[in-house]
Structure formats: C-alpha cells, structure tokens
Antibody, heavy 120, light 107 residues
Framework: QVQLQESGPGLVKPSQTLSLTCTVS??????????WSWIRQHPGKGLEWIGY???????YFTPSLKSRVTMSVDTSKNQFSLKLNSVTAADTAVYFC????????????WGQGTLVTVSS | DIQMTQSPSSLSASVGDRVTFTCRAS??????LNWYQQKPGKAPSLLIS???SLQSAVPSRFFGSGSGTDFTLTISSLQPEDFATYYC?????????FGLGTNLEIK
C-alpha cells in the first residue's frame, strides 16, 4: 500500500519561502506510470492543483503559481519537494502531496495534508 | 483553464436515500472526470476515475456516468459513512481543476 507523508514548517513569514517534502513509502517514486503532485486547500475552501514532477525531474505547474513554484525529486530518499517563494497570507492552506496517474491524471494516493500558515 | 461547476453546493439527505450530484465542465473533457470524497480533517479519497471506473474497495453503491461536459455521481442507498464533501476534477488538460464541491449532510 502506497503511503505519502508531508513534512515541513507549519508557519512561514510573509515574503519568505514555503518548503515542504513528501516522503513516499510502500512503492518506488521511480516506478513508471506516475507523476507526483502538490495540491492545496485554503481553509474551508476547495482544492487547487499546484503542479507535478516526474521521477526524472520533469515538471508542470499551474500558470497562476508558476512564477513562484519550484519542485524537486530525490529518488534515493523516495521523496519529492515543493518550494513556493514570496508567500503571502493568501498562501495559507493545507498542502497535500498525491500520486498522479500519468495517463488519466487522477490522484489515487494522498498524504494526510499539512497546514501551512503564513504570518509574521 | 477549464472551469468545473458542481451542483448542488449542499444537499441534505437521509440514510437509505438515493442521491445524485452533478458536475459540468466549461468545455468538452471526454471522460477525463474524477470524483473524490473528503471528510473533515482528512485528505480527499479517489472514488471514481475516467467518469465511471470505480476504484477498488469503493462500494458498488457509488456510480459515475457522463461524458463530454456533463457528469453525475450517484449514491444508490446512503450509508452513515457517506456524509462528506464530494469533489469532481477534470484531468483532460492542465491545469487540472476541481469543482467547489457538494457538501452532503444528514437530514
């Protein structure tokens, strides 16, 4: 059973960089057929897909965040990461990592989510 | 971006009821439509992919249909554990977008 777990600071100051890591267990991040996504949910709101990365490092980001987002992958640790720079209060959200089917682009395994608050 | 519109935004129903949610895409998405269930404080869980493909371990009372722009999720006989928020998501083209959800509440 594939499991994902987000980790990182729960509080980030405005204008700084939000950094999160997702650790994958129960399966290899290098296995074919999947991308690895970040999705966020503002408090009490809907879901927003941020972007994905492949095990080889190919990325695709949502245009509204593209200028501020970086993703990386570490296959040796079975982890992938998100960096979002120049954060504001509008970036306060629960951040989820999720496995993404590379053919149909659905999210079949999710981490539990981690709340990141942007505040001074 | 493709906009996804879900209706109703909330629904009250009783155990044993049959309920149907709808999801409409702002443009043709073939069958690239997925449904998720989310309970408070939890991550979403994939119920149905490709409009009608039930995920393993998801009860058969869940049924998805549709293609093109209009899709439905039906729960044939509500169980207590089904009260949650349901989201649709299009995966036809990036960025992959979600509807705002339908909150299913106990009547």
């Amino acid at each position: 059973q594939v499991q994902l777990q987000e980790s990182g600071p729960g509080l980030v100051k405005p204008s700084q960089t939000l950094s999160l890591t997702c650790t994958v267990s129960g399966g290899s991040i290098s296995s074919g057929g999947y991308y690895w996504s970040w999705i966020r949910q503002h408090p009490g709101k809907g879901l927003e897909w941020i972007g994905y990365i492949s095990y080889s490092g190919n990325t695709y980001f949502t245009p509204s965040l593209k200028s501020r987002v970086t993703m990386s992958v570490d296959t040796s640790k079975n982890q992938f990461s998100l960096k979002l720079n120049s954060v504001t209060a509008a970036d306060t959200a629960v951040y989820f990592c999720a496995r993404t089917n590379s053919g149909w682009y659905y999210f079949d395994y999710w981490g539990q989510g981690t709340l990141v608050t942007v505040s001074s | 971006d493709i906009q996804m519109t879900q209706s109703p935004s909330s629904l009250s129903a009783s155990v044993g009821d049959r309920v149907t949610f709808t999801c409409r895409a702002s443009q043709h998405i073939s069958r690239y439509l997925n449904w998720y269930q989310q309970k408070p404080g939890k991550a979403p869980s994939l119920l149905i992919s490709a409009a009608s493909s039930l995920q393993s371990a998801v009860p058969s009372r869940f049924f998805g249909s549709g293609s093109g722009t209009d899709f439905t999720l039906t729960i044939s006989s509500l169980q207590p554990e089904d009260f949650a928020t349901y989201y649709c998501q299009q995966s036809y083209s990036g960025p992959y977008t979600f509807g705002l959800g339908t909150n299913l509440e106990i009547k």
